[in-house]
């Protein structure tokens, strides 16, 4: 079975500065999709980044990259110019291509904390 | 025009109980899934379901069963509510081959 691990309960970041939270998992696969989620206070789930692990280039949306490593099973997220709406759960995630309808294997989470 | 929607967004029942929860999604989307998100905020797949197959987690009790009166729905129906059956549940939906779930708002359940 798939794991995904966040080492990292929570983090704090001074507002405009650079955090990377860290995920590693644990997959025999070698094609397979991972992400990282948002989750607000609302509670909401949001889709903050998605990478495919057969692309070596890393996936960056606005802010927010990540660093792929496939070999070391690791994906980090980094967030650039941190604000205060970045403060969040990150929660990161685990596909098995060909897999739909296994869905999504998450992480326990970082909490993050921005100071103003 | 809300993609995946829940509910209710709350519900507090009493143990013993039996309840459900509603989800239903306007994407044409051809799977849909409950996760449940503990009190420590551990997100966890409960079911998986489209027009042919259902895939049930192992660990979730028997007294949850979804239901899928048609492709655009898949209510959540638990039986003998416990104690440490609160929790959120979300529903999300993903088109075939697409690998992006699209998330519900979640429901907070409490059971007292």
């Known amino acids: 079975a798939q794991t995904v691990t966040q080492s990292q309960p929570e983090m704090s970041v001074q507002e405009a500065e650079t955090v990377t939270l860290s995920c590693t998992y644990d997959t025999s696969e070698s094609d397979y999709y991972l992400f990282w989620y948002k989750q607000p206070p609302s509670r909401q789930m949001i889709l903050v980044i998605r990478q495919e692990a057969y692309k070596q280039q890393n996936a960056t949306e606005n802010r927010f990259s990540v660093n792929f490593q496939k070999a070391a099973k690791s994906f980090s997220l980094k967030i650039s110019d941190s604000q205060l709406g970045d403060a969040a759960m990150y929660f990161c995630a685990y596909w098995l291509s060909g897999g739909g309808a296994d869905g999504l294997t998450f992480g326990k989470g970082t909490h993050l904390i921005i100071q103003p | 025009d809300t993609a995946v929607s829940q509910t209710p967004k709350y519900l507090v029942t009493q143990m013993g109980n039996d309840k459900s929860i509603k989800c239903e999604q306007n994407l044409g989307h051809d799977t849909m899934y409950w996760y449940k998100q503990d009190s420590k905020k551990f997100l966890k797949i409960m079911f998986s379901y489209n027009n042919k197959e259902l895939i049930i987690n192992e660990t979730v009790p028997n007294r949850f069963s979804p239901k899928s009166p048609d492709k655009a729905h898949l209510n959540l129906h638990i039986n003998s509510l416990e104690l440490g059956d609160s929790a959120v549940y979300f529903c999300?939906?993903?088109?075939?081959?697409?690998?992006?779930?699209?998330f519900g708002q979640g429901t907070r359940l409490t059971v007292v």
């Open positions: 999300a939906s993903s088109a075939r081959g697409s690998y992006e779930a699209f």
